[in-house]
């Protein structure tokens, strides 16, 4: 019993040393936001400034005074380089709240995430909900090719989708408060594939959904099989950044820090996957637009079968040119 | 022109302090957030000490020994104070990722936030957005009583709702891991309001959608109506928190802070509203199985009415229960 005493006297001493610690925390969270806080309005009141200087100098330039030109031009790249290092700083520190999208659904408040380690995180747990998605996604289509006509399986599949872009899109606006460059149009792609999935959630099993499925379902899979060979690459880019100690000292928008790979093999090897998806995609918006065309006067076209061409061929368009784009660069890289 | 390199260089300046401002900034950040997880490591520690210790008094106790029992009776009573208080602590420190619905959305990070302040502004920004978005409840509702064939309005209605009760879903979860008292029902409440919107979404325009249809809207607008009533008294409880300085401290989850108002008037007066439509919700849904069951024979029910009903009738009942179960709780304090 004195055993016990003794035991429980010492745990409660080391509950209130807990306390102590967890009001000492707060005192310390409270006041780095604090300086946080001082930060950012620091960083306004320059960029105010420099953008002010900017102007003078511009004026002073365009007044003439030939003499001090060259001095001119020099505190005028200055001033840039200021400015570009003005707006990295507030990438880094001002808090955000991720975009009218994030904010439809968490409201007004920050994501921006400020803990070593966490927007690393962030990225890590992105890429394993495509590695743990990607197979519910085949299934989906096979499931689909077998049963073309059970509305149960192409329903659970429509609403599958809605959810997976919705997600996908609320990640993706995250990680780009947090640092990630990834280009504003896989983000815009989602939204549009939100729409897409909506379009067809609200089709009925008439006619042409049955006519097109087929066709729809092929695509998905050859998407699905090109999603699975990206997430491998995008992972493999993630260890690489473990690898050569790099997530650790996280911040992806540490300046000293280039994400681009380059003009790698393994980017290499995706290019033909990816072209061909995405000519496919287009030529399946053209299928579906024709379609419409064609069998207007035949029987009664629902509008999803419109919507969903444009969708798709808006898709298409858009990734080829921003894959090129990606391609290109990291060719001159 | 000196003027203006005089002012660069000052610029220069600043922004050497805030880069080192910033450093500091994260050096805080981080050892503010290494301290946490010794604090959690250490709760974790002393959780499973005092169920240890819990573990052997009861021995103890059944073992006999009458002289020292009222001391263990006393040691008993301390430790399991001491495990409630864990359990706060627990509650107020330890990163959570706010359950498996904010987990599909967001993926597993941390949704708890420690800036102070930070949980009032969630609480405020969640009553906001149903103050926001009341008039377009009703505003629907208006429109379908005046166009109730019009699909483009229906197909609209549901697609918003699935869409609020979403948000609304995900929001209130990640309020309860920041502390909200909030009864877990009302979150339940939304996830079945979710499969309810769903259903709706994918009834077709159907003799029985167009039977109970005018039922649903009436529902809906009396619904909109005592939400609107519920939402000025929520935020009337967080006018009454920031007045008597309890929002500056937030933490909701301070020991020291009671969140029920109790038995005051506007509670009272919302009381006979609400019980009036959680009972019409639950006719309501009485209605839709009734529908099916007799029109069973003259043509073919869809899954949808039964699927309505019995959502209808479920949420009726549990916000009855729960209603019931606030008011008992409030006349008792
Ligand atoms: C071509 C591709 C593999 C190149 O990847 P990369 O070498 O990482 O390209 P970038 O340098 O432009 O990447 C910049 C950032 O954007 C991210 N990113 C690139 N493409 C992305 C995509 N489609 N979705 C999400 N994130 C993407 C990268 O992970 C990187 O993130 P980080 O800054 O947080 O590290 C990539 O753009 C891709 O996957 N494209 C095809 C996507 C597609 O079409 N999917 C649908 C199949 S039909
Ligand atoms: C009856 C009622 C007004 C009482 O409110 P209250 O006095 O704040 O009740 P409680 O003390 O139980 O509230 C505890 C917490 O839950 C929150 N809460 C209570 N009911 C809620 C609800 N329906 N939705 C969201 N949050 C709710 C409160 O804001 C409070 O939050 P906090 O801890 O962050 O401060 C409230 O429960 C309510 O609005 N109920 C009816 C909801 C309803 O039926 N809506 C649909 C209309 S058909």
Sequence with gaps: LIDLKKELEELEKSQNGVKEKGLKFKEQIAVGFKSLDEICNTLDKQEKESSKLLQRITLLQSGGG??????????????????????????????????????????????????????????????????????????????????????FITTSWQIWLLYYYVTLALRENILLVNGSSIRPWWIMHHYLSIAGALTNLLWPLSTSFTDLLPMMTMFSGAQGIVQILTNRYQQGQLYRMVAIGKANIMDVTSENMISDPGWTPSALFLLPFLLFVHCFQMYNGFVFLTYSYFKYHTYYIEWQVIACGLILVSLGIGNLVTTSNIYLNKWKS
């Design 66 to 151: 030939d003499k001090s030109n060259d001095a001119v031009v020099e505190m005028k790249q200055k001033i840039q380089s200021i400015k570009t290092s003005i707006k990295q700083s507030k990438k880094t520190f001002t808090p955000e709240t991720g975009g009218v999208f994030v904010r439809l659904f968490l409201g007004q408040v920050n994501v921006k995430h400020y803990r070593e380690g966490e927007r690393f995180r962030l990225k890590t747990e992105y890429e394993k909900f495509k590695f743990k998605t990607n197979p519910q996604f085949i299934l989906f289509v096979a499931l689909l090719f077998m049963f073309p006509s059970n509305s």
